[in-house]
């Protein structure tokens, strides 16, 4: 059974930092894309992320391209979501995606996520 879990989310002010983490188990990690979708209230779920474990490409949605980072850690099973700049905007719950996949029209894809973790942006 394939399990995530994410936790560092929580409250900021806008322009700070936060750095959410994915634990992953029933899978290794190295094998399979995986990225970040969020959603916010009232909101459609948007793709916030994707790394490709074939080719190394890396997907941003444009709103937080030059912004977020993601990255892996495979020792650890463990993908992270380095969010800097924050702005009000950001503010949604967070979600680590398995397979995720992005088309050429830019529409996100994935087949398991988590429970979320909160991220709220305010002054």
């Known amino acids: 059974q394939v399990q995530l879990v994410e936790s560092g989310g929580g409250l900021v002010q806008p322009g700070g930092s936060l750095r959410l983490s994915c634990a992953a188990s029933g899978f290794t990690l190295d094998y399979l894309n995986i990225g970040w979708f969020r959603q916010a209230p009232g909101k459609e779920r948007e793709g916030v992320s994707c790394?490709?474990?074939?080719?190394?490409?890396?997907y941003y949605h444009h709103s937080v391209k030059g912004r977020f980072t993601i990255s892996r850690d495979n020792a650890k099973n463990t993908v992270y979501l380095q969010m800097n700049s924050l702005k009000p905007e950001d503010t949604a719950v967070y979600y680590c995606?398995?397979?995720?996949?992005?088309?050429?029209?830019?529409?996100?894809?994935?087949?398991?996520w988590g429970q979320g973790t909160q991220v709220t942006v305010s002054s």
């Open positions: 790394t490709n474990s074939r080719n190394s490409s890396t």
């Open positions: 995606a398995t397979n995720c996949r992005v088309d050429y029209s830019g529409t996100y894809y994935y087949d398991d």
